[in-house]
């Protein structure tokens, strides 16, 4: 069964070929534009894996991230968080609010497939 | 007219006064006589004129005898005891005269003596309640003076003719220029920039003229503020922005001028690399995004192109794209690192910050705060007012939002960052709640700033956030996020201010009452020159047969003060031997004056020490023809006005058999440390000559050519060497 993906992300021009990329890659893909919506989305239905914008409007990545973190039920949920912002103290923060990878934009489409692909079939 | 010659004229007359009359009456007796009583009378002269001879000559020398009498024990006691009576009236209250006369003399000296003391003591008391008086004010002065001492600017002060009154360590260390290039310096002294001094030996002339000319025209158009900038070059080639301040006096009478100087090279290098950092990203970015535009519109333009051309387009689209990228991620490393070496943040351990807020959180909110994992070596550089508000609001808001009053702290290094963390058992505060902190205004118990959390914590460089301890069950945590302080050169830590024991002796604002220094100094009181007091030490006393200088020592008196900080110290080397019995007297072995400087590169910097001032020694003539024989090696002239201390004692106490400086600093009542070292000469005679100014003022002595002139007079001009 194909592991299912949410990516939450505001910006359509990224959102519409990353959704196009991880169709291409056989995961089941769905889609959120902000962090409410993220939650109402895990909520649903709980992905394998979480690709989380940190720059959206109402609640942030980082606060996305950690709501999943502090719901037990979701601790299997991969996050990767997505941001231009991507200074080392961006980067430290992300991964203490128990992110489990950090791409900063621009990034490569190959990242991306290698970084979800390792979380997915890696070591838990 | 010396005591002793007019005191024998007086005599003289009034031997002769006698003579005249005793002639007079014998003349009237012989006019009464009749002739044979004359012839009679002559017989009796011509036949016993050895007795009356004799007797004549006993009594003019029974005279002469009484008068020296009256002379030793009435006249000269009377005028030494003028000299003594005015020394303790003027510089030595402590003097007492021990004078052996006629009995009348004694009493009066017993009298004096007495009446001294009473005096002295009275004096005592009345200068104790004065300097209690002026304790107080004086430490709010040197609080001000260290302060200024201190601060990250150069400050100096000058009057209207540009004579600098007031400098503080910051500026001196800009704007002093090096003195001798090479191994040895004059320890500590610094030709170049002192009390008394011109600005323009260290500052360009026009560029202060031009910033007093903006001044002016400011304050002519009735602004308020009325600096001027400008860019000076300092020390070791250090850029200094220079900020002219005017000082006014409360007509608004332009009384001086402030220069503050802050060190604006390492700016300015962070400034154009950032600018030339931006223009570059700029020009790359253009480049690349040009690339980028003209393949995509040709590929909308000409949708049924070639696949081979659409190919090429699509590789350039991909491969501009990566670039642009790596430009970023390039700059956005690069201008960091430049913005931080900026950062205008004071620099301090986090274990004191931390401790701060947890005395402040007990005592203004009621809180307790342990602190654990504190190492000595984590430093942060923060604005501490800022940062502990911040923080108290953090631990008050989480009082109320969680309602509890014991909190942990723990401070942790982790890379390049620091974690503050605020631990407490129980749930992490929502980041949604945290980031309605984060927009609030600072304000804790009364104490509050118009800043947000959150500009309090970007101005620092650092995230906060909240979550649940990984490690501790049940435990969350408050994480401020600071960038470590890892460099060790920003990690410098400003010196403590030290409050001197008396005021500090480099500045006088006294001085913004002293007229410039005009050219014609000889009419000018003494009180207002500046003097460079200076010693030497030779090889030997024989100038002329070949002695030469081996050390010169000077201070300097600038408004009536010994500035000994502002001081010329420095060993010369002779070269030539030095003779052992000169050792004895000034104590400087051979080997240290070896790899000393000759004389030739020792005097010219003696002369800019000393240019526009009045040479003081002790036995002036000895230094000054020591100075002159050196001139056909230097080339340098000392055309200075001198004094000399030795003929200004004997002006002051002609009465006094000895002027050396052992004789003189007892009388005057100082003491002298360091005799027989040049500088250690140099000062006492400073000290001397201060003490003989007043002496001279009560002898109606007061510009520089009564000085000069009373010493040519004295006695001791004349011996010549």
């Known amino acids: 069964m194909a592991a299912k ?52 409007p109402r609640l942030d990545g980082y606060a996305v991230c950690q709501a999943i973190r502090e719901n037990p039920e979701w601790g299997g949920i991969k996050i990767v968080l997505l941001s231009a912002k991507a200074g080392e103290m961006d980067v430290a923060k992300g991964m203490a609010l128990g992110a489990d990878a950090f791409i900063s934009k621009p990034f490569a489409n190959a990242e991306i497939t290698a970084t979800v692909q390792r979380l997915l079939t890696g070591p838990a | 007219m010396r005591i002793r010659n007019r005191f024998w004229w007086f005599v003289l007359l009034g031997v002769l006064t006698i003579i005249f009359i005793m002639g007079v009456l014998a003349w009237f007796f012989w006019l009464q006589l009749a002739p044979a009583e004359r012839s009679l009378l002559l017989n009796i002269l011509g036949h016993n004129f050895i007795y009356v001879f004799t007797v004549g000559v006993l009594l003019l020398a029974g005279l002469g005898f009484a008068a020296d009498g009256v002379f030793h024990v009435y006249i000269l006691p009377l005028s030494k005891l003028v000299e003594e009576v005015t020394l303790i009236a003027t510089v030595n209250p402590s003097h007492r005269i021990a004078m052996q006369g006629s009995r009348e003399v004694d009493r009066l000296v017993a009298i004096i003596n007495e009446s001294a003391d009473r005096v002295e003591a009275l004096q005592g008391r009345v200068e104790e309640r004065i300097r209690l008086a002026r304790a107080e004010a004086e430490t709010e002065k040197n609080i001000l003076a260290a302060f200024m001492a201190d601060l990250p600017e150069g400050v100096l002060i000058c009057n209207t003719d540009g004579r600098i009154l007031f400098f503080n360590n910051r500026a001196r260390e800009y704007l002093s220029h090096n003195r001798l290039s090479g191994a040895s310096t004059p320890s500590g002294a610094d030709p170049f920039m002192g009390l008394g001094r011109s600005i ?19 304050l002519n ?29 409360n ?52 949708p049924q192109m070639a696949a081979k051309h659409s190919e090429r387009f699509k590789a350039i689209i991909h491969e501009e794209a990566l670039r642009i990228g790596e430009l970023l991620a390039e700059s956005q490393e690069a201008y960091s690192r430049q913005v931080l070496t900026r950062w205008p943040l004071v620099h301090m351990p986090a274990c004191d910050l931390m401790e701060a807020v947890g005395r402040k959180a007990e005592t203004k909110l009621g809180l307790k705060l342990v602190i654990y994992g504190c190492e000595e070596d984590i430093w942060l550089r923060v604005d501490s007012y800022s940062i502990v508000l911040a923080v108290l609001f953090l631990l008050e808001r989480l009082k109320t939002h969680l309602g509890l009053r014991d909190f942990n702290c723990c401070i942790e290094r982790r890379g390049h960052f620091v974690c503050l963390d605020l631990r407490w058992i129980g749930k992490p505060v929502k980041l949604e709640t945290l980031r309605q902190w984060e927009d609030e205004e600072l304000s804790v118990a009364g104490e509050a700033i118009p800043l947000s959390l959150r500009e309090v914590v970007g101005h620092h460089d650092a995230e906060i956030w909240s979550n649940a301890s990984r490690r501790l069950k049940n435990t969350a945590y408050l994480r401020l996020f600071f960038p470590s302080c890892t460099s060790e050169a920003a990690c410098n830590l400003r010196s403590i201010t030290i409050l001197p024991e008396s005021r500090p002796e480099f500045y006088d604002f006294d001085l913004f009452n002293q007229p410039g220094q005009s050219p014609d100094l000889d009419d000018r009181p003494l009180t207002e020159l500046t003097y460079t007091v200076f010693d030497t030490e030779t090889t030997g006393l024989d100038p002329r047969g070949g002695d030469r200088i081996i050390s ?40 240290m004056l070896e790899g000393q400087p000759p004389i030739a590169t020792v005097l010219p910097l003696f002369q800019r020490y000393t240019e526009e001032t009045i040479l003081v020694a002790h036995n002036a003539a000895f230094d000054m023809l020591m100075l002159q024989l050196a001139e056909a090696e230097t080339g340098i002239r000392f055309i200075n006005p001198v004094l000399d201390t030795l003929l200004i004692s004997s002006v002051v106490h002609p009465s006094q058999g000895r002027h050396d400086m052992e004789s003189i600093s007892q009388r005057l009542g100082i003491s002298v440390v360091g005799r027989h070292t040049a500088l250690g000469d140099a000062i006492a005679t400073a000290e001397i000559f201060l003490k003989l100014i007043p002496l001279l003022a009560k002898q109606g002595i007061y510009t520089l050519r009564d000085a000069r002139e009373a010493s040519q007079k004295s006695y001791y001009a004349r011996i010549r060497y």
Do not use: W
């Open chain 2, 251 to 302: 007509r608004r009478d332009f009384n001086g001028f402030i220069l503050i100087c802050k060190d604006i090279t390492a700016q300015l290098e962070v400034d154009s690399r950032v600018n030339a950092l931006f223009k570059s990203l700029v020009q790359k970015v253009r480049g690349s995004l040009g690339g980028i535009r003209s393949a995509v519109e040709a590929m909308i333009a000409y």
């Open chain 2, 221 to 249: 158009s009735g602004e308020t503020s009325a600096a001027a900038y400008f860019v000076a070059v300092g020390e070791g080639d250090r850029l200094l922005q220079v900020e002219a301040v005017p000082v006014l006096n």
């Open chain 2, 200 to 218: 323009f030996t260290v500052i360009d002339k026009n560029l202060i003229v031009h910033a007093l000319d903006e001044i002016a025209e400011k």
């Open chain 1, 5 to 56: 993906v949410l990516i939450v992300e505001d910006d359509s021009s990224i959102l519409v070929p990353l959704t196009f990329l991880l169709e291409q890659n056989g995961y089941e893909v769905s889609t959120a534009a902000d962090g409410e919506e993220a939650l109402a989305a895990v909520a649903r239905s709980a992905p394998d894996l979480v690709l989380l914008d940190i720059m959206m």
């Open chain 2, 552 to 591: 010169i020592g000077a201070v300097r008196i600038v408004n009536l003060r010994l500035r000994q900080e502002d001081f010329f110290d420095q060993l010369v080397d002779p070269q030539r031997p030095l003779p052992p019995e000169s050792v004895e007297i000034h104590g400087i072995q051979p080997e």
